[in-house]
């Protein structure tokens, strides 16, 4: 099987170009050339930017493919440019979506596929519904051969995995926890969430890979275990080989001092998300999550141990969340006195 990745070098995608060269697909790599310590052994690489629709139809005009995965498309714009380039040219298109696109606040605690999707908070999700729409109606009129996947939040070597952390320098967590520093869990840390090893979501993935029952349908691909946001952060805590020393603050008092967070937290984190893999596993009967959180986070942290230079600390994050501990503080303090 002939597939192409845009991209294939993210956090996500980097564990499933390596699994589907293991498998023996014959995978290329249409991205920008950045990331070639996350290229896999035999997988070629096709430099280009999908994102210049006219050199990209020129660079892949002479290229087919069986099964053709967009990991990088985000907005209604990207699919449409898709659609253009492939309509016609393969068997099998993938597109990335999120679980953050089901409902906010879910009528029922277990997700399924057939839960609507509805995000009122955050725009990002808002846009993945909306390619997903898009795509879903290029299938039903014209038979453009799409299959949906909704991660939901997946991690690897190369992310410190929490409700709020620095994107660009995970390891600023980890360096927090280790020199006692307060850590913010948003509530009081009992709502359930769902943590997703890379390597666990590739061998779902992979699965579905010229699967024909797969087209036309939407799938989602977590883990089975189920964790309370403080059993998450002491998982991080044993990792780092410290207790963190945790500070409960309400979503929307960290909303109204970091409004910046407001939509990931009200659109995704701050609200329980439990799956149901049955469909998943319907396709894919091999699929089974089998790296417990305690396990993968551990990996993560000695992968950053091993890779120095990757352990850089976000001084403006460090700020941020000094500043809205010292405001939840000060707050707590004028509410409790008489």
Request: contains cysteine; glycine residues 8%.
């Amino acid at each position: 099987m002939k597939v192409l990745f845009i991209g294939g070098t993210g956090l996500i995608s980097q564990a499933v170009s390596k699994l589907a060269a293991q498998s023996g697909i014959e995978l290329y790599l249409f991205n920008r050339g950045q990331r070639e310590e996350f290229i896999p052994e035999g997988v070629k690489v096709i430099i280009g930017d999908i994102r210049h629709q006219k050199k990209a139809a020129e660079i892949l005009k002479d290229y087919e493919f069986d099964v053709i995965v967009d990991w990088i498309a985000f907005t209604q714009d990207h699919v449409k440019t898709d659609i253009e380039l492939f309509a016609g040219k393969t068997k099998q298109y993938v597109y990335i979506s999120s679980a953050s696109a089901y409902q906010k606040p879910p009528q029922h605690y277990i997700i399924t596929e057939e839960t609507p999707l509805s995000n009122p908070y955050w725009q990002y999700s808002r846009d993945k519904i909306a390619c997903e729409e898009l795509l879903m109606e290029a299938y039903r009129s014209s038979g453009f051969p799409v299959t949906i996947v909704r991660p939901s939040y997946t991690y690897g070597d190369t992310m410190i995995p929490a409700s709020l952390n620095s994107w660009q320098h995970p390891w600023s967590l980890v360096d927090r926890i280790r020199k006692g520093l307060p850590i913010v869990v948003h509530g009081d840390g009992t709502s359930l969430w769902t943590m997703t090893h890379n390597t666990d979501f590739a061998k779902g993935f992979v699965g579905l890979l010229g699967h024909p029952e797969a087209i036309g349908e939407a799938f989602h691909i977590t883990s089975d275990e189920v964790l309370s946001w403080n059993q998450i952060y002491h998982a991080i805590g044993q990792a780092a080989g410290v207790e963190p020393n945790v500070v409960h603050i309400s979503s929307d008092f960290i909303a109204t001092i970091l409004p910046d967070q407001a939509d990931g937290l009200y659109g995704d984190k701050a609200v329980s998300s439990v799956f149901d893999n049955g469909k998943i596993k319907s396709l894919v009967p091999d699929f089974d999550a089998v790296v417990p959180f305690a396990e993968g986070i551990k990996r993560t942290v000695a992968w950053f141990e091993a890779h120095p230079e990757r352990c850089t600390i976000d001084t403006e994050w460090n700020t941020l969340m000094d500043t809205l501990i010292q405001a939840h503080g000060t707050h707590a303090k004028m509410i409790s006195t008489p």
